[in-house]
T-cell receptor
């Protein structure tokens, strides 16, 4: 049972355009969401997060939007740069079962930014 | 300030051997988490440890797998009698505390069972 879903395995965009990565979740106990970026042969690197009490969080070129009613979040990167090419993982954390530390990850989306 | 250090980066074991994966958390971090990533999958939680204590091992297979985080030294994930299905990337993460605190990941150990 996949509680965090990233339905697009890959996404290709042109440099300078906007990249939009999507994530859906099913567990209503999740209350904190994170995006990680991962290059090949490296560990995931934290990018940006959002608490469920907010609907938007912005950090430079990266903005995360949360739609609680739809159980959907998205990561916007604008403008996209070739160095942004990586796998992006959506992750969620909540108080399900009393644990607020366990991250549940999606399968990831491979973003390719073409020069 | 060094990040989360994992070693070895790559580990090859024959079926039936033991694999020991090490993780040194970031300086000052006393919370360690192990995750496993199978091919084409996302990371899956295995175990959460604090110094000398296993807090949650609900994601760890009941047999052959064990983890520890001693008072001194790195955290160890131990897999006994490895099988081909154990081949995966194993990531360790550490955090300053739990709750809304980002966990920082190491570079991972890629285990290959031949």
């Amino acid at each position: 049972d996949q509680q965090v879903k990233q339905n697009s395995p890959s996404l290709s965009v042109q440099e300078g355009r906007i990249s939009i990565l999507n994530c859906d979740y099913t567990n209503s106990m999740f209350d904190y969401f994170l995006w990680y970026k991962k290059y090949p042969a490296e560990g995931p690197t934290f990018l940006i997060s959002i608490s469920s009490i907010k609907d938007k969080n912005e950090d430079g070129r990266f903005t995360v939007f949360l739609n609680k009613s739809a159980k959907h979040l998205s990561l916007h990167i604008v403008p996209s740069q070739p160095g942004d090419s990586a796998v992006y993982f959506c992750a969620a954390r909540g108080y399900s079962g009393g644990s607020n530390y366990k991250l549940t990850f999606g399968k990831g989306t491979l973003l390719t930014v073409n020069p | 300030n060094a990040g989360v250090m994992q070693n070895p980066r790559h580990l090859v074991r024959r079926r039936g051997q033991e694999a020991r994966l090490r993780c040194s958390p970031m300086k000052g971090h006393s919370h360690v988490y192990w995750y496993r990533q199978l091919p084409e999958e996302g990371l899956k939680f295995m175990v959460y440890l604090q110094k000398e204590n296993i807090i949650d091992e609900s994601g760890m297979p009941k047999e052959r797998f064990s983890a520890e985080f001693p008072k001194e030294g790195p955290s160890i994930l131990r897999i006994q009698q490895v099988v081909r299905g154990d081949s995966a990337a194993y990531f360790c993460a550490s955090s300053l505390s739990t709750g809304n605190t980002e966990a920082f990941f190491g570079q991972g150990t890629r285990l290959t069972v031949v």
